[in-house]
């Protein structure tokens, strides 16, 4: 069956999330939710390669977003295999149309991220990358 690629982007995420919610404590859950937030405006601002290697330095569950990205950058055929490694050296070694479209195609699944991480997890855009302790 063919599926238009937003739908896929949206289902890739909504199975992603479900995962994080099944398998992370809560506190955990809206930290992963938080970065679904805030990586958006860092490529935005600092630009792909910049804020995928700045997420994949951060502490868990933080780097599991640019496993899930690499999934979806995978099933749209922009990368050979769907892991962070690829994924990173990807945006490392992409000519400049390369970089537009693995840019434009992370901030369009970013969205759907962003989208269930606020209906799913509950998770504003305006908390904290950090949990606190009573979390």
């Known amino acids: 069956m063919t599926r238009i690629r937003d739908h896929q982007r949206a289902l890739t995420a909504h199975a992603h999330i479900g995962a994080i919610k099944k398998a992370?404590?809560?506190?955990?859950?809206?930290?992963y939710g938080a970065h679904?937030?805030?990586?958006?405006?860092?490529?935005?601002?600092?630009?792909?390669a910049a804020a995928l290697h700045h997420t994949a330095t951060l502490r868990a569950p933080?780097?599991?977003?640019i496993d899930h990205l690499a999934?979806?950058?995978?099933?749209?055929?922009?990368?050979?295999?769907?892991?962070?490694?690829?994924l990173l050296a990807a945006t490392r070694e992409a000519d400049l149309g390369q970089t537009?479209?693995?840019?434009?195609?992370?901030?369009?699944c970013l969205d759907w991220y962003r989208r269930l991480a606020h209906?799913?997890?509950?998770?504003?855009?305006?908390?904290d990358d950090e949990p606190t302790e009573a979390s």
Request: neutral net charge; contains cysteine.
């Open 71 to 86: 999934q979806q950058l995978r099933e749209a055929d922009l990368l050979s295999e769907g892991s962070s490694d690829a």
């Open 36 to 48: 679904c937030h805030k990586l958006a405006v860092l490529v935005h601002q600092a630009g792909l």
């Open 24 to 31: 992370m404590p809560v506190n955990q859950q809206r930290s």
């Open 119 to 127: 209906g799913e997890l509950g998770v504003s855009s305006s908390e």
């Open 62 to 65: 933080k780097p599991k977003l």
């Open 100 to 108: 537009w479209l693995l840019t434009r195609e992370v901030a369009r």
